[in-house]
DNA sequence: CGCCTAATGTACGAACTAGTACGTTAGCTA
DNA sequence: TAGCTAACGTACTAGTTCGTACATTAGGCG
């Protein structure tokens, strides 16, 4: 019986530099992409949180710079499942097969992500160009997509002409658009996108898709 | 001399109901498309506007039902654009590749809409759920689509086991990503997704990827 | 040609919202 | 253990923003 009559605000850490700021960005996290940056509400995020919106004042200095913060974080966690990336020991076809699955896991993972990419394209990216931890980030997987089609083209597998970036927009294209799209597409098509049941198909069919374009007898 | 010393207002048509109705959708999908539902103005809206901010409560009702009333239209011109799709005398390889050309086309010549549809999502597509004439428009490609891929199919040019909703995903993804995200991809890969000197490029890659795709040899 | 209503304009308010001034305390360090 | 500072809380404000009450008029119609 450490606490019986003790304070409420005693439970739990208190002054907990590192964890007061990490809830702050969870909390922002989901606010940002359940809103939008001007639909979230700072007094909001304030509330879910163990601490008040002064914190969040003086951890981050405002809203657009806290928006920045998520953004960095989010960024940050794909940088991070790029990084472990492990398939160059698979022949070409597997592997870029394998990368498409990657990527297809990880947007279906991080749906909050995807709604935060929506929306700092609406803003135009403005908040990545101001961030210098996002200006140099790069991309880890366009390297490995680069050595794929490299190896790919040199064992005469591959016969498409395109570069890795472009490649790469290949794949999220259809990713991105079957998360951050499902609700229109769902409400007009009448087809849920990321039902489960359809997961394995979707998965199959981008798979298909990226290496039946890589292979493709371009002779005709 | 008619009216030199008249006030200003009598320039131009006066209590033209169509026509204002018509501005205040115009300058509300730019409006919208710019900042999004929240962020969106109702009385930068109006200043906009030959008229004033009561005039849009006059003939919308409010800020959600003006958004709603920007979606319907939107979306109305697609539809309409998609019942003048003339494809189907082709043969089916090239009525495909025609049809993804034509989004293509579509997605590039209307950004704001594509703005508008990343917002809706961002909404959840709660605005189309709520409207009658959203609900019911069907999609007139569709049924193109449908019978593109029957013929493809029975002449033996496509192997691809899809129907005409997934086919109409897969190319919307690429058209939509391009558009949609081409603020984050910049500022990330250093590249303009739409830079008008890239724009064959694309569009070839994506006729390229969804012809690949649907007649990829399927015996191995 | 006067009346009636759809269409329009003005002025305002209630509620919300980002941000801050000021005060307090936990807990490390000398 | 005293003191100092990073961390935290409260209460408030200035400005914004959606929405509306009230007043006005154009112009079609009987």
Redesign the interface.
């Known amino acids: 019986m450490t606490s019986v009559e003790e304070p409420a605000h005693t439970g739990g850490r208190i002054r907990d530099a590192a964890r007061t700021r990490a809830e702050i960005l969870d909390v922002a996290t989901k606010e940002f992409a359940r809103?939008?940056?001007?639909?979230a509400r700072v007094d909001e995020i304030a509330a879910l949180t163990r601490t008040t919106k002064r914190m969040i004042y003086y951890y981050f200095g405002g809203k657009e710079q806290l928006f920045t913060a998520v953004l960095e974080r989010a960024y940050s966690v794909i940088r991070q499942a790029e990084q472990e990336l492990d398939v160059e020991h698979l022949d070409p076809v597997a592997a870029i097969r394998r990368l498409a699955e990657l990527t297809f896991d990880h947007h279906e993972a991080h749906p909050d992500f995807i709604?935060l990419?929506?929306?700092?394209?609406?803003h135009?990216?403005g908040h990545?160009?101001a961030s210098e931890q996002?200006?140099r980030?790069g991309?880890p997987a366009?390297e490995v997509i680069h050595r794929i089609l490299e190896s790919g083209r040199k064992s005469g597998l591959f016969t498409?002409d395109?570069d890795a970036?472009?490649l790469?927009?290949?794949i999220?294209?259809?990713c991105?658009?079957?998360v951050?799209?499902?609700?229109?597409?769902?409400?007009?098509?009448g087809?849920d996108?990321t039902a489960p049941d359809q997961r394995e198909h979707?998965r199959t069919?981008l798979g298909?898709?990226v290496?039946?374009?890589l292979?493709?007898?371009r002779t005709a």
């Open positions: 809103a939008g940056l001007a639909g709604r990419v929506s929306i700092e394209n609406i135009e990216a990545i160009a996002l200006g980030i991309s366009l498409a395109v970036v472009d790469h927009a290949m999220s294209s259809f991105f658009f079957r951050a799209n499902r609700h229109t597409f769902g409400a007009l098509f087809r996108l979707y069919m298909d898709m290496i039946a374009y292979t493709a007898d």
